[in-house]
């Protein structure tokens, strides 16, 4: 059963709450791509790979390190710039392990 908006203001607040939240899970696959690489990620890889204004990609690293998805590292120093590392949580990492094989499974 799918749930029917019958005011279009609401829907429209659903749509951007749903872009939000798909957002943030590419946030998420992006970050553990670059961790099992072995790269930290700062708020301008974020940037770069998605082609979003910078205050948008701290809102989303603000989200997700208020759910507990990600934490804050060190600072470095990149082009004369001080900017903090994301990493992702222990928890996230299983999760997204847990999502990989269910979807192996699928297909």
Known sequence: MTLQVKNN?????????NKFFRNKNKV??????????????TVNDVVDEFEIVIRYAY???????????VIKGTKMKKNGVYYTNYMITESVISELKEISRLINEIF
């Open 59 to 69: 809102k989303l690293l603000e989200e997700l390190e208020f759910d507990g998805s």
């Open 9 to 17: 203001s609401v829907m429209n607040k659903f749509k951007v709450l």
């Open 28 to 41: 998420l696959v992006l970050l553990g791509n670059r961790s099992q690489n072995g790269y930290s990620s």
